[in-house]
């Protein structure tokens, strides 16, 4: 199941986002538990905590499959 989740807090940085590079290193966005958020979030974490990009994140096995299929 996918979900999209908005992470900007203004309209103009999710634009920015989308027509900058960044976008091409990660199309598909991030895998996560809900499970383990949850649990952050009760644990005191904050959502822009959560919700932050990280490019040096591991890719995930949905963009790296996604990459693959790609290149051949």
């Known amino acids: 199941m996918e979900f999209t989740v908005d992470c900007f807090a203004e309209k103009a940085d999710c634009s920015a986002y989308f027509e900058g590079d960044a976008i091409g290193e990660n199309p598909v966005g991030a895998e996560y538990d809900p499970g383990e958020w949850l ?34």
């Open 39 to 72: 649990a952050q979030l009760r644990a005191g974490a904050s959502e822009a905590d959560l919700l932050a990009i990280d490019p040096a994140a591991d890719i995930s096995p949905i963009r790296g499959a996604m990459m693959a299929g790609l290149e051949q």
